[in-house]
T-cell receptor, first 114, second 117 residues
Framework: NAGVMQNPRHLVRRRGQEARLRCSPMKGHSHVYWYRQLPEEGLKFMVYLQKENIIDESGMPKERFSAEFPKEGPSILRIQQVVRGDSAAYFC????????????FGPGTRLLVL | AQTVTQSQPEMSVQEAETVTLSCTYDTSESDYYLFWYKQPPSRQMILVIRQEAYKQQNATENRFSVNFQKAAKSFSLKISDSQLGDAAMYFCAYRSESGAGSYQLTFGKGTKLSVIP
């Protein structure tokens, strides 16, 4: 059973460009979480999605960040007009169900904004 | 809001010895899960062990075990017979089971474990 897939693994963008990060959950998992890890920090929750629904986006910055999880295809975290402070590792996790289920993490996408 | 505190930024252990990593948390809830994740230099997040708060028995996974003290809100990780491959950042994490939230994980800042040959 393939694990959580994320791509790209590394992404370099210049200030003002857009970044698109993709996450394919484990087979059979319909719950996706996005977390951000700044250097020397723990992971911070950003958003929780189910298929076609954003359940909780309380950790998302109010501007420039958006996420989706369409009926078909991967979940996408989109960052518009990136700034240097967006440089971080972005992790996706998936779970089979919500209650009582462990979240399994992907390998992360390292975003570097020049 | 829940908080997770890991008071040891760095720890070291001799190969084959035992080490304990500390974690405390703050919550007003009675139902929750606690986790330890390992992040090696590859930066992949790997689940090490999990504990349900309603279970009094401490979880164990091979060389990894926890000491869960619910009243003290403490959740330490013990690694026995340490191996070179155990060297990594270790994160303690909390997840509510109240049903009101999204079951997001709240992480501590991590403890960097070095294993000395």
């Amino acid at each position: 059973n393939a694990g959580v897939m994320q791509n790209p693994r590394h992404l370099v963008r210049r200030r003002g460009q857009e970044a698109r990060l993709r996450c394919s959950p484990m087979k059979g998992h319909s719950h996706v979480y996005w977390y951000r890890q700044l250097p020397e920090e723990g992971l911070k929750f950003m958003v929780y999605l189910q298929k076609e629904n954003i359940i909780d986006e309380s950790g998302m910055p109010k501007e420039r960040f958006s996420a989706e999880f369409p009926k078909e295809g991967p979940s996408i975290l989109r960052i518009q007009q990136v700034v240097r402070g967006d440089s971080a590792a972005y992790f996706c996790a998936s779970s089979l169900d919500r209650a009582g289920e462990t979240q399994y993490f992907g390998p992360g996408t390292r975003l570097l904004v020049l | 809001a829940q908080t997770v505190t890991q008071s040891q930024p760095e720890m070291s252990v001799q190969e084959a010895e035992t080490v304990t990593l500390s974690c405390t948390y703050d919550t007003s809830e009675s139902d929750y899960y606690l986790f330890w994740y390992k992040q090696p230099p590859s930066r992949q997040m790997i689940l090490v062990i999990r504990q349900e708060a309603y279970k009094q028995q401490n979880a164990t996974e091979n060389r990894f075990s926890v000491n869960f003290q619910k009243a003290a809100k403490s959740f330490s990780l013990k690694i026995s017979d340490s191996q070179l491959g155990d060297a990594a950042m270790y994160f303690c994490a909390y997840r509510s089971e109240s049903g009101a939230g999204s079951y997001q994980l709240t992480f501590g800042k991590g403890t960097k474990l070095s294993v000395i040959p």
